[in-house]
């Protein structure tokens, strides 16, 4: 499974940006699909996520109400929504699949993941 991320760029707070990962190479209805980010010095932690149908999604607390993970099966694509946009919300983001992480949280339970788009968002 490769995993190509897109769409993160320079913004500044409070504005939005919509993030792509496209799958390709394996059955992209069959995998939980993750986002994952890692700012400067900073370990990488998670954002959030989405099961197979789209219809249950997971969400770190410091996102909640601003970003929303979905996905597209037809597409082979997830998305990631980032509105009202932080300083603290800069760094490489990056998605992730798994057939069945044991925690949707937890960055080792992925087995597949893609090169990373950064995004920062100035004061």
């Known amino acids: 499974v490769q995993l190509q991320a897109s769409g993160g760029g320079l913004v500044q707070a409070g504005g939005s940006l919509r993030l792509s990962c496209t799958s390709s190479?394996?059955?992209?209805?069959?995998?939980?699909m993750g986002w994952f980010r890692q700012a400067p010095g900073k370990e990488r932690e998670f954002v959030a996520a989405?099961?197979?149908?789209?219809?249950?999604?997971y969400y770190a607390d410091s996102v909640k109400g601003r970003f929303t993970i979905s996905r597209d099966n037809a597409k082979n694509t997830v998305y990631l929504q980032m509105n009202s946009l932080k300083p603290e919300d800069t760094a490489v983001y990056y998605c992730?699949?798994?057939?069945?992480?044991?925690?949707?949280?937890?960055?080792?339970?992925?087995?597949?993941w893609g090169q990373g788009t950064l995004v920062t968002v100035s004061s």
């Open positions: 992730a699949a798994d057939s069945w992480p044991r925690s949707y949280g937890l960055g080792t339970e992925y087995d597949y």
């Open positions: 190479g394996g059955t992209f209805g069959s995998y939980v």
């Open positions: 989405i099961r197979r149908s789209g219809g249950i999604t």
